[in-house]
Every structure is written in structure tokens, then in C-alpha cells.
């Protein structure tokens, strides 16, 4: 099983990043995911998840709808489409798969299978 994210870089304040996780070995439409992220010397902290039977969604409050999560079963990838980015956005991102179940969790120990992580950097 192998979770791979991108779509990390550098952007500036107010711009948009759409962040890829693709699986192999894996169907993420059978799965819940998620997508956190960690802030240097911070804890790892959920972002957006989806569950996988009705397509369910969370967003942690401090997005204030600035971001989305989808996903394309066909492609077997989701997506964090990410709008009005700002420096406080700054962090690696991983996407997560919490195999077995269809319900996601904003726990990251609930989560079997993690991404390598991207880098997002949101300065000016």
C-alpha cells in the first residue's frame, strides 16, 4: 500500500494549491481519508476528511471554507483544493487512509496508511 502526495510548494498569500493523493494497493474509495497537516512544533491536526460511502465531509473550523476535499474513484486519488492560503497555512500536508472503515475520524492514530507528506509554504 502506498499513499503518494503533491502538489506542494510555494505560494503567496490569497493564492490557490491543489494537493494529489494517489494510492496504489489501496482503493481510497472504499476508505475514509483525511488530510492533516503539521506546523513546525506543532502537533499533527486534522485539515478535511471525507468518508467513503456518502461522501461526508470535515473541515477543521479554522479553514473558514477556504479549502475542499474531493475525490475521483476513477483516478483513485483525492484532492485538498486549497483557496485564500494563508502564512499560517504553512506546513507539511499528509493525506491518510483509515482502512477498513467507511467513516473518517479527525484522530491521526485512527489512520492505517499515511502519505509521505507535502510541503506547502504560504509567504510573500
Known amino acids: 500500500v502506498q499513499l503518494q502526495a503533491s502538489g506542494g510548494g510555494s505560494v503567496q498569500p490569497g493564492g490557490s494549491l491543489r494537493l494529489s493523493c494517489a494510492a496504489s494497493?489501496?482503493?481510497?474509495?472504499?476508505?475514509?481519508i483525511g488530510w492533516f497537516r503539521q506546523r513546525p512544533g506543532r502537533e499533527r491536526e486534522a485539515v478535511a476528511c471525507?468518508?467513503?460511502?456518502?461522501?461526508?465531509?470535515y473541515y477543521a473550523d479554522f479553514l473558514k471554507g477556504r479549502f475542499t476535499i474531493s475525490r475521483d474513484n476513477t483516478k483513485n486519488t483525492v484532492y485538498l483544493q486549497m483557496n485564500s492560503v494563508e502564512p499560517e497555512d504553512t506546513a507539511v500536508y499528509f493525506c491518510?487512509?483509515?482502512?477498513?472503515?467507511?467513516?473518517?475520524?479527525?484522530?491521526?492514530?485512527?489512520?492505517?496508511?499515511w502519505g509521505q507528506g507535502t510541503l506547502v509554504t504560504v509567504s510573500s
Open positions: 491518510a487512509a483509515r482502512y477498513g472503515s467507511n467513516m473518517y475520524a479527525r484522530v491521526p492514530s485512527e489512520y492505517t496508511y
Open positions: 494497493g489501496v482503493s481510497l474509495g472504499d476508505n475514509a
Open positions: 471525507i468518508s467513503s460511502v456518502d461522501g461526508t465531509t
